[in-house]
């Protein structure tokens, strides 16, 4: 799985601009899905058909988003600084004195102005320095319309931890992808979505819900958790097993399928959380809402200090995701 | 050419001046039908959207521009005949204060003017404040409510009444009320007329939408690409554009002047990176200027268009216009020929779109 | 049956957004005998449908969201005590000291706490403790408790009516059953031949969280029009002019540039010709209904939005004057049977 993770976090992708882990991905699954297709937002849908009589196959959708926060630059100044604009939420605080790299490959840091003080950190107050003298060299390096993210890191810790970034939501990726070679041959339909722009605005999740119109879908996504010091009260733990989601600001996930989940991973003995986040907002939001509705629901990896380039997670959790979600295709 | 033809600036003047705010945009729609003529198959959907089919074989191409301008919608009438009125769409409340304006529907319009109280009344702090919406009325000469209540009723519509004018330097700037977007309207309707005198065989299936409701969110152009279904869309804009004295260079947007403004993203979309790149090397080729914007910040009926469905490639090209939502909207008549000769030269080399 | 009772039993079940069917069978039975079929959508939301008897009659959608305001339990605290997270917009001034169900395995009662005046610091008083402070006293042991309630479990109002002067209700879950008991009390009456087309009574799920079942309730049944009803400030001592409405004065019906003018203006006339108790009001961007998503699905649907005015709307004792409803009840029964709108609004 940590291999696998690795490989998956390594392609800078930021929303809108998915298409370098769309390859990774893509020749990670062509070996084992019957179709593999890229659609006009973006979105990489990977389709495995069921083994079930057709018509009495349910249309299971499965979505993890592919897509990173980062900037793109929008301004090259007279010095060759370099001037960006955020995409997704970016956490400045986190975002500063930061290495950063750019879809070809061109290295920077991200500096806030001299002198801004910490409160003030907002992105038009941000540039990255590339070693450029001035702006005809970086010209050279990196033009208007470009993209950059602070750079990918895999670092293993103590037991099953990890910590790097860009864990938001490459490890939902790994686990569609973990998924799919544990389940070869699924009695339903299952559409593995590795989705584009989510970051934004789950845009990519809506127009390929929309499309493939299926029964049941599950997001994967990462979640705050409340057991770092100063957090706010949530149950969620890091460590504490995959957590089945109620609600975020977003959605409320439909009961059916959540107490569907439950029953699979009590049965099944696979150690799991309930998750009722009181912000956010992940895919399952835009899936339940595409055409006339789905029943849509969300398993979650509790992950600590998202959006930061030491984002944590607990491999344990994301083995029982890909095992729930294994336990929940069986009884779908 | 018939007669009452109008072309270019012309066009473009008539567009602007004509009574169009969001939710009332009828006569804006008949200008622009009568405009069109038979031309083509034209078409009003379910919400008013203005739907105009190019056919041909090959992708199926939509370009969208919003006919409403913001305004205002009178909400009540007080006992001396005064009315009081909000917002239909952003407006600085800063821009409302002294302003001309017609107020009234499509089918009758009487002037006005926005009142406030006289300085010599005002306290210190009312001087140096922006006298908020809820504080203006709107004078329309009336001496009694039952006067005003002849002309007037609750719920009509009211928008800057501005004078097109052209000015600066060999007249290169014009001013009017609603260039947002019916310089968008302008382009689609001259672009139209130019592919049908062309005539021959296109290698796509072009829809031109001339959409309801943009400014305030509650886009028309929304189920007009769901009824059309598009591969592509092209958003037709006017954009924000701060190439002001007192805005540092990296926050200016982009420059009046300098051609249509190609966003990379903004708060609603992220846009398709082979359309822009497309659109980059056609004007390039037909050698006509064009600029990327600087900023990340707005949104347009592209937000809507790209998520609709299956989901729609999507492209924006904007007027640079300073003073946007006012009733002094400043934009380069030389922008709104290179948009008009950008989008005929993208769907001149449309088979090299990929 | 009669509207004052419908109002109340549809108001007295439990639909918190997200959990619409916990109370369906309660539902079925109220809606017993009126339409011709009853579904409920993977959103949650229930499609009541009335036809005229008419091949190829447009489709009439109503729109009445049927979610309401609640809690969700959080954490389960030793001594019997819960700690919850609101869903919708709660009226947080109203909770302390309140009376609550959870609907657990059971049904169980409880009280919010509140902190007696000794223990509190000065200044305490003023301010509002956030939701996620507030403790649920249910007197359960920590065990027990824990073997009825789950994380997650919903937390409602006690549905408990009061009848105020000139015939007034007082209680919960008006917001927006009352239009809900309105809408099914007025098409309980129609005869089937006077309707203009087949009626889709939509009680959508999960306004009160962002408009969501009426978006997707709509798209699913991609109607010719709509009328959606809902509730709107009724006016008291604390209420602006323009923004409330009297008690007992009639409904209103709103002017927007959010919503379809001809079909707006054609509804007025009507509800004239009728002799319907209304006020017009300006919403100019945004009704706040589901009219703002309704109108936006499909190829687009023209839309018009009636609304019956709410004293301490998201409270316990929300308070409207039945004769309103029997107002907008009329102005419904009109909407779907006025062939003029049918004629210039079918597809």
Request: aromatic share 6%; proline share 4%.
């Given at each position: 799985?940590?291999?696998?993770?690795?490989?998956?976090?390594?392609?800078?992708?930021?929303?809108?601009?998915?298409?370098?882990?769309?390859?990774?991905?893509?020749?990670?699954?062509?070996?084992?899905?019957?179709?593999?297709?890229?659609?006009?937002?973006?979105?990489?849908?990977?389709?495995?058909?069921?083994?079930?009589?057709?018509?009495?196959?349910?249309?299971?959708?499965?979505?993890?988003?592919?897509?990173?926060?980062?900037?793109?630059?929008?301004?090259?100044?007279?010095?060759?600084?370099?001037?960006?604009?955020?995409?997704?939420?970016?956490?400045?605080?986190?975002?500063?004195?930061?290495?950063?790299?750019?879809?070809?490959?061109?290295?920077?840091?991200?500096?806030?102005?001299?002198?801004?003080?910490?409160?003030?950190?907002?992105?038009?107050?941000?540039?990255?320095?590339?070693?450029?003298?001035?702006?005809?060299?970086?010209?050279?390096?990196?033009?208007?319309?470009?993209?950059?993210?602070?750079?990918?890191?895999?670092?293993?810790?103590?037991?099953?931890r990890?910590a790097?970034?860009?864990l938001?939501?490459?490890?939902?990726?790994?686990?569609?992808?973990?998924?799919?070679?544990?389940?070869?041959?699924?009695?339903?339909?299952?559409?593995?979505?590795?989705?584009?722009?989510?970051?934004?605005?789950?845009?990519?999740?809506?127009?390929?819900?929309?499309?493939?119109?299926?029964?049941?879908?599950?997001?994967?996504?990462v979640t705050g958790t409340g057991d770092t010091i100063?957090a706010?009260?949530?149950?969620v733990k890091v460590g504490?097993?995959?957590?089945?989601?109620?609600?975020?600001?977003?959605?409320?996930?439909?009961?059916?399928?959540?107490?569907?989940?439950?029953?699979?991973?009590?049965?099944?003995?696979?150690?799991?959380?309930?998750?009722?986040?009181?912000?956010?907002?992940?895919?399952?939001?835009?899936?339940?809402?595409?055409?006339?509705?789905?029943?849509?629901?969300?398993?979650?990896v509790p992950t600590r200090y998202i959006?930061s380039?030491v984002e944590m997670i607990d491999?344990?959790?994301?083995?029982?995701?890909?095992?729930?979600?294994?336990?929940?295709?069986?009884?779908? | 050419?018939?007669?009452?033809?109008?072309?270019?600036?012309?066009?473009?003047?008539?567009?602007?001046?004509?009574?169009?705010?969001?939710?009332?945009?009828?006569?804006?729609?008949?200008?622009?039908?009568?405009?069109?003529?038979?031309?083509?198959?034209?078409?009003?959907?379910?919400?008013?959207?203005?739907?105009?089919?190019?056919?041909?074989?090959?992708?199926?191409?939509?370009?969208?521009?919003?006919?409403?301008?913001?305004?205002?919608?009178?909400?009540?009438?007080?006992?001396?005949?005064?009315?009081?009125?909000?917002?239909?769409?952003?407006?600085?409340?800063?821009?409302?204060?002294?302003?001309?304006?017609?107020?009234?529907?499509?089918?009758?319009?009487?002037?006005?003017?926005?009142?406030?109280?006289?300085?010599?009344?005002?306290?210190?702090?009312?001087?140096?404040?922006?006298?908020?919406?809820?504080?203006?009325?709107?004078?329309?000469?009336?001496?009694?409510?039952?006067?005003?209540?002849?002309?007037?009723?609750?719920?009509?519509?009211?928008?800057?009444?501005?004078?097109?004018?052209?000015?600066?330097?060999?007249?290169?700037?014009?001013?009017?009320?609603?260039?947002?977007?019916?310089?968008?309207?302008?382009?689609?309707?001259?672009?139209?007329?130019?592919?049908?005198?062309?005539?021959?065989?296109?290698?796509?299936?072009?829809?031109?939408?001339?959409?309801?409701?943009?400014?305030?969110?509650?886009?028309?152009?929304?189920?007009?690409?769901?009824?059309?279904?598009?591969?592509?869309?092209?958003?037709?804009?006017?954009?924000?554009?701060?190439?002001?004295?007192?805005?540092?260079?990296?926050?200016?947007?982009?420059?009046?002047?300098?051609?249509?403004?190609?966003?990379?993203?903004?708060?609603?979309?992220?846009?398709?990176?082979?359309?822009?790149?497309?659109?980059?090397?056609?004007?390039?080729?037909?050698?006509?200027?064009?600029?990327?914007?600087?900023?990340?910040?707005?949104?347009?009926?592209?937000?809507?268009?790209?998520?609709?469905?299956?989901?729609?490639?999507?492209?924006?090209?904007?007027?640079?216009?300073?003073?946007?939502?006012?009733?002094?909207?400043?934009?380069?008549?030389?922008?709104?020929?290179?948009?008009?000769?950008?989008?005929?030269?993208?769907?001149?080399?449309?088979?090299?779109?990929? | 049956?009669?509207?004052?009772?419908?109002?109340?039993?549809?108001?007295?079940?439990?639909?918190?957004?997200?959990?619409?069917?916990?109370?369906?069978?309660?539902?079925?039975?109220?809606?017993?005998?009126?339409?011709?079929?009853?579904?409920?959508?993977?959103?949650?939301?229930?499609?009541?449908?009335?036809?005229?008897?008419?091949?190829?009659?447009?489709?009439?959608?109503?729109?009445?969201?049927?979610?309401?305001?609640?809690?969700?339990?959080?954490?389960?605290?030793?001594?019997?005590?819960?700690?919850?997270?609101?869903?919708?917009?709660?009226?947080?001034?109203?909770?302390?000291?309140?009376?609550?169900?959870?609907?657990?395995?059971?049904?169980?009662?409880?009280?919010?706490?509140?902190?007696?005046?000794?223990?509190?610091?000065?200044?305490?008083?003023?301010?509002?403790?956030?939701?996620?402070?507030?403790?649920?006293?249910?007197?359960?042991?920590?065990?027990?408790?824990?073997?009825?309630?789950?994380?997650?479990?919903?937390?409602?109002?006690?549905?408990?009516?009061?009848?105020?002067?000139?015939?007034?209700?007082?209680?919960?879950?008006?917001?927006?059953?009352?239009?809900?008991?309105?809408?099914?009390?007025?098409?309980?009456?129609?005869?089937?031949?006077?309707?203009?087309?087949?009626?889709?009574?939509?009680?959508?799920?999960?306004?009160?969280?962002?408009?969501?079942?009426?978006?997707?309730?709509?798209?699913?049944?991609?109607?010719?029009?709509?009328?959606?009803?809902?509730?709107?400030?009724?006016?008291?001592?604390?209420?602006?002019?323009?923004?409330?409405?009297?008690?007992?004065?009639?409904?209103?019906?709103?002017?927007?540039?959010?919503?379809?003018?001809?079909?707006?203006?054609?509804?007025?006339?009507?509800?004239?010709?009728?002799?319907?108790?209304?006020?017009?009001?300006?919403?100019?961007?945004?009704?706040?209904?589901?009219?703002?998503?309704?109108?936006?699905?499909?190829?687009?649907?023209?839309?018009?939005?009636?609304?019956?005015?709410?004293?301490?709307?998201?409270?316990?004792?929300?308070?409207?004057?039945?004769?309103?409803?029997?107002?907008?009840?009329?102005?419904?029964?009109?909407?779907?049977?006025?062939?003029?709108?049918?004629?210039?609004?079918?597809?």
């Amino acid at each position: 799985m940590l291999e696998l993770l690795k490989k998956i976090v390594k392609a800078p992708a930021i929303s809108g601009r998915e298409g370098a882990v769309a390859d990774v991905i893509s020749a990670l699954m062509e070996p084992i899905c019957d179709e593999v297709y890229r659609d006009k937002l973006g979105n990489l849908i990977a389709v495995k058909h069921g083994s079930a009589p057709e018509g009495e196959r349910k249309k299971i959708m499965f979505a993890a988003h592919m897509d990173e926060i980062g900037f793109f630059v929008t301004f090259i100044e007279d010095n060759g600084y370099i001037r960006l604009a955020p995409i997704g939420g970016i956490n400045f605080v986190a975002a500063a004195y930061t290495n950063v790299i750019f879809a070809n490959g061109v290295k920077g840091v991200l500096v806030p102005e001299t002198g801004t003080k910490a409160d003030a950190l907002t992105f038009d107050k941000f540039y990255v320095d590339i070693g450029a003298k001035d702006k005809k060299e970086a010209e050279r390096r990196v033009k208007i319309g470009d993209y950059f993210v602070i750079e990918p890191s895999v670092t293993r810790l103590c037991g099953k931890r990890v910590a790097g970034r860009p864990l938001d939501d490459r490890v939902g990726c790994a686990i569609m992808v973990e998924t799919a070679r544990r389940v070869p041959t699924p009695r339903d339909d299952v559409y593995y979505v590795f989705t584009a722009q989510e970051e934004v605005g789950c845009r990519g999740a809506k127009t390929a819900a929309f499309a493939i119109a299926p029964d049941v879908a599950i997001a994967y996504d990462v979640t705050g958790t409340g057991d770092t010091i100063g957090a706010k009260p949530m149950a969620v733990k890091v460590g504490g097993g995959a957590a089945i989601k109620l609600k975020d600001s977003s959605v409320i996930c439909s009961t059916e399928l959540v107490a569907a989940l439950e029953t699979a991973a009590r049965e099944e003995k696979i150690a799991y959380q309930i998750e009722i986040l009181p912000y956010g907002g992940t895919d399952t939001s835009s899936m339940q809402m595409a055409g006339s509705g789905c029943m849509a629901g969300c398993l979650s990896v509790p992950t600590r200090y998202i959006h930061s380039g030491v984002e944590m997670i607990d491999l344990g959790d994301v083995e029982a995701c890909v095992a729930l979600t294994a336990a929940y295709l069986v009884r779908a | 050419m018939k007669e009452n033809q109008l072309n270019g600036i012309e066009l473009l003047r008539a567009l602007c001046l004509e009574f169009g705010p969001t939710g009332c945009e009828h006569n804006v729609a008949a200008m622009i039908e009568a405009q069109l003529g038979d031309i083509c198959e034209i078409r009003r959907d379910r919400m008013d959207n203005v739907l105009a089919h190019l056919p041909g074989s090959g992708p199926r191409i939509m370009i969208s521009a919003h006919m409403d301008e913001v305004g205002m919608m009178i909400t009540s009438i007080d006992d001396q005949g005064y009315l009081r009125f909000t917002n239909v769409g952003g407006i600085d409340s800063r821009v409302l204060c002294g302003r001309r304006v017609q107020v009234g529907t499509a089918e009758h319009r009487i002037p006005g003017v926005i009142g406030a109280k006289a300085i010599h009344l005002q306290s210190a702090d009312e001087r140096t404040q922006t006298t908020p919406v809820d504080r203006l009325y709107i004078d329309i000469g009336a001496s009694s409510r039952e006067e005003a209540e002849k002309y007037v009723d609750i719920g009509d519509f009211a928008t800057f009444d501005s004078d097109f004018v052209r000015f600066g330097q060999d007249d290169r700037l014009m001013r009017c009320k609603a260039i947002d977007d019916r310089l968008g309207c302008a382009v689609m309707i001259e672009t139209l007329r130019a592919l049908v005198a062309r005539g021959g065989e296109r290698p796509y299936d072009l829809w031109c939408s001339f959409s309801v409701r943009e400014e305030i969110g509650k886009s028309g152009a929304k189920v007009a690409a769901y009824a059309i279904k598009p591969t592509y869309a092209i958003v037709l804009e006017s954009t924000a554009i701060a190439d002001l004295p007192d805005v540092p260079a990296n926050a200016r947007v982009g420059e009046v002047g300098k051609g249509g403004a190609l966003s990379i993203a903004d708060r609603s979309t992220i846009y398709d990176p082979a359309m822009l790149e497309f659109a980059m090397s056609c004007a390039r080729e037909a050698d006509i200027p064009c600029q990327l914007k600087r900023y990340i910040s707005g949104g347009n009926d592209a937000g809507h268009i790209h998520k609709t469905g299956d989901g729609v490639r999507c492209l924006a090209i904007s007027a640079p216009t300073r003073y946007l939502h006012s009733g002094s909207c400043v934009a380069a008549v030389a922008d709104y020929e290179h948009i008009r000769e950008m989008v005929l030269a993208m769907l001149k080399n449309w088979d090299k779109m990929n | 049956m009669e509207l004052k009772q419908r109002i109340t039993e549809m108001a007295g079940l439990m639909s918190i957004s997200g959990h619409e069917n916990y109370d369906r069978a309660a539902l079925l039975d109220q809606l017993a005998d009126i339409f011709d079929e009853v579904t409920t959508d993977p959103m949650g939301s229930h499609i009541c449908i009335r036809r005229c008897g008419r091949q190829g009659a447009p489709k009439i959608l109503i729109d009445a969201h049927f979610d309401e305001i609640g809690m969700m339990v959080t954490e389960i605290l030793d001594g019997g005590f819960l700690r919850v997270i609101n869903i919708g917009g709660i009226d947080t001034r109203i909770l302390q000291a309140g009376e609550v169900i959870i609907y657990g395995e059971k049904p169980i009662y409880g009280i919010i706490g509140s902190t007696p005046p000794h223990l509190q610091k000065p200044g305490d008083a003023k301010k509002l403790k956030p939701i996620n402070e507030l403790l649920i006293d249910t007197g359960y042991d920590k065990d027990e408790l824990e073997k009825l309630v789950r994380l997650g479990t919903p937390v409602g109002f006690v549905p408990a009516y009061t009848e105020l002067l000139g015939g007034k209700l007082a209680g919960k879950g008006f917001d927006n059953k009352a239009c809900g008991a309105a809408a099914v009390d007025a098409l309980s009456r129609l005869d089937r031949a006077e309707m203009a087309g087949d009626v889709y009574l939509l009680l959508a799920s999960q306004e009160e969280v962002g408009l969501r079942g009426g978006e997707t309730g709509a798209a699913g049944i991609d109607p010719d029009y709509a009328l959606v009803v809902d509730v709107t400030h009724g006016s008291a001592p604390d209420t602006k002019k323009d923004e409330a409405f009297p008690l007992g004065e009639g409904i209103t019906i709103s002017l927007s540039a959010a919503t379809d003018l001809r079909l707006t203006r054609r509804t007025v006339e009507l509800a004239r010709e009728k002799g319907i108790k209304f006020t017009r009001v300006v919403e100019a961007a945004n009704t706040g209904t589901d009219a703002n998503v309704t109108q936006l699905v499909c190829c687009g649907i023209p839309t018009v939005v009636a609304s019956l005015p709410l004293r301490s709307m998201h409270t316990y004792q929300e308070v409207l004057s039945p004769d309103d409803a029997e107002e907008l009840g009329k102005l419904i029964s009109a909407f779907v049977c006025d062939t003029k709108i049918a004629e210039d609004f079918a597809r």
